[in-house]
Nanobody, 125 residues
Framework: QVQLVESGGGLVQAGGSLRLSCAAS????????MGWFRQAPGKEREFVAA????????YYADSVKGRFTISRDYAKNTVYLQMNSLQPEDTAVYYC??????????????????WGQGTQVTVSS
């Protein structure tokens, strides 16, 4: 059973930084694709970034490109989302997701099979 547990959310001022973590367990994730999504109040869940465990290829939504960095630590079975230059519009619940294989460029949330519980990120102006 795959389990994903996010942490690292919180309240930060505009221009600040946060690092989210997603601890993964229950599988060998070498052939998995990991993603971060977010959902703001009243809006649909949207893709933020994705990474392949093997090779570390990454893909970002245009809205976060250059500000956010997704990475993974094999030894800790953990995926990170480093978020810099945060803006109020980045306020959302951030979710970690996982799926076996598939295209890194498939940003549809339905493409992912496993989800964490989410962590709140609030950016004040």
């Amino acid at each position: 059973q795959v389990q994903l547990v996010e942490s690292g959310g919180g309240l930060v001022q505009a221009g600040g930084s946060l690092r989210l973590s997603c601890a993964a367990s229950g599988r060998t994730f070498s052939r998995y694709r990991m993603g971060w999504f977010r959902q703001a109040p009243g809006k649909e869940r949207e893709f933020v970034a994705a990474i392949r465990w093997s090779g570390g290829s990454t893909y970002y939504a245009d809205s976060v490109k250059g500000r956010f960095t997704i990475s993974r630590d094999y030894a800790k079975n953990t995926v990170y989302l480093q978020m810099n230059s945060l803006q109020p519009e980045d306020t959302a619940v951030y979710y970690c997701a996982a799926v076996h294989g598939g295209s890194l460029y498939d940003i549809n949330q339905r493409a992912y099979d496993y989800w964490g519980q989410g962590t709140q990120v609030t950016v004040s102006s």
